[in-house]
């Protein structure tokens, strides 16, 4: 059964970092609703949901994304390009390897964010920019290399991470709104969507495509591709710059 890890918002929500947009106000008791909400979606949808212990003291540690990069049975532990979100790590490295996963640590001076690596097949695409930088996408890829990756940097200038920038269905084809899309040719197969929040979408299996309700173009687009939209309300974090990936650390073994 799919697993994924995720961890309830601090009270502190609100004074999350912002880098690319306006900061505008939070409703941290809506934004603990819609977490919920979330979480349903996804146990509705035949996963289990494991909560790593809140960490409230860090605004920003409800994105769990962030803390990991998981790939068979190896957690690679994040070390955010924002010193102050590198405390949220801990608590998930001790979750995961209490779930039977192998630990190793991007150590300094790298960085990486785990928002920053779309994992497609064995080709592992990682974001170089605010967040991330080469000498962790080197850590990452040494950690990587044993378990059969290809592990491609690419430009990431106009957006937070990565994934604030693309996705991938499930047959691989990579999507985004392409004017916060720095090199569309980067990948394999591009898909531009009509919206941003397009962008995000999360594999739930059997063709279903968890997605934020901000973008009901791109859920008609996915429609009409063949799959089966599973829409939940993330105003809240949108406000941050999240979407729907970075809520959670999605297990699959």
Avoid at 92 to 109: F, H, M, Q, W
Wanted: net charge negative.
């Amino acid at each position: 059964m799919p697993t994924a890890l995720v961890r309830r918002p601090s009270p502190r929500l609100a004074d999350g970092l912002v880098t690319h947009i306006e900061r505008t106000p939070v409703d941290a008791d809506l934004a603990v609703r819609q977490w919920q909400a979330y979480v349903d979606a996804l146990e509705a949808t035949g996963w289990t949901t494991v909560e790593v212990p809140a960490i409230d003291e860090c605004p920003d540690g409800v994105f769990i994304e962030d803390t990991m990069v998981v790939y068979d049975d190896l957690a690679v532990i994040a070390r955010s390009g924002a010193e102050e979100r590198r405390p949220e790590s801990a608590a998930a490295a001790k979750t995961v390897e209490g779930l039977g996963y192998r630990l190793t640590d991007i150590t300094e001076p790298g960085t990486l964010d785990g928002g920053d690596v779309l994992k497609i097949g064995s080709t592992v695409y990682v974001g170089q920019g605010g967040r991330t930088n080469e000498e962790g996408i080197r850590q990452l890829r040494d950690a990587l290399a044993p378990l059969g990756t290809d592990v491609r940097a690419v430009p990431v200038r106009k957006v937070l991470h990565l994934k604030s920038a693309v996705t991938a269905l499930p047959d691989g084809t990579v999507i985004g709104y392409e004017p916060l899309v720095d090199d569309p040719a980067a990948f394999d197969r591009f898909r531009p969507v009509p919206e941003v929040a397009g962008s995000h979408v999360v594999l739930l299996g059997e063709d279903r495509l968890l997605m934020a309700a901000s973008a009901p173009k791109s859920a008609e687009l996915f429609e009409q591709l063949g799959y089966k939209p599973v829409v939940v309300d993330i105003s809240e974090f949108e406000k941050l710059e999240g979407c729907v990936t970075c809520l959670s650390v999605r297990l699959r073994r």
